[in-house]
């Protein structure tokens, strides 16, 4: 049990720190019992098992994450994880040629409508960014 605690540990701080506390703190606040098994599963196991692993930094799996997402079509997970790059430092030009990848190994259509997603996000990010100053 306190190696699940400890990766549930290590899997919030690294979630933490790649989607910024405002983020988690509202999706904590979303739980209900019905999916709070399935979010400490993803704490543990996709946050505290393979995001907190050595060998590739955050930008790396950041990169890789859009790109899979984005060519199995998952809109707004790409969304939330483009926003995570503030915190990961995966630039748009990284985010670029990630979906350069996606157009050829997952096909055009899928990077088409990641780009516009992508274009969208970065455009809002930009947006909120003023607003703030």
């Known amino acids: ?12 701080k690294t979630r933490r720190a790649v989607l910024g506390d ?3 703190d509202a999706a ?10 399935f979010q400490t599963f993803i704490t543990e196991s996709a ?27 998952h809109d707004e ?3 939330m994880h483009v926003r995570a790059t503030a915190n990961t430092g995966a ?3 990284d985010i670029r040629e ?4 996606v157009a050829i190994y997952a096909g055009v259509p899928a990077a088409n409508r990641a780009f516009k997603i ?8 930009k947006t909120e960014e003023a607003d703030k100053a």
């Open 118 to 125: 992508v274009n969208k996000t970065l455009k809002d990010m």
């Open 1 to 12: 049990m306190a190696d699940r605690r400890e990766r549930f540990e290590t899997g919030m």
């Open 47 to 73: 946050w505290g098992g393979v995001w907190s692993r050595p060998g590739w930094t955050k930008r790396e799996r950041s990169m890789v994450t859009i790109a899979l997402l984005a060519a199995l079509g």
């Open 77 to 79: 997970e790409v969304a």
């Open 22 to 24: 405002t983020y988690v």
């Open 91 to 93: 630039t748009p030009e």
């Open 28 to 37: 904590s606040a979303r739980m209900t019992p019905l999916d709070e098994d």
């Open 98 to 101: 990630a979906l350069m990848h």
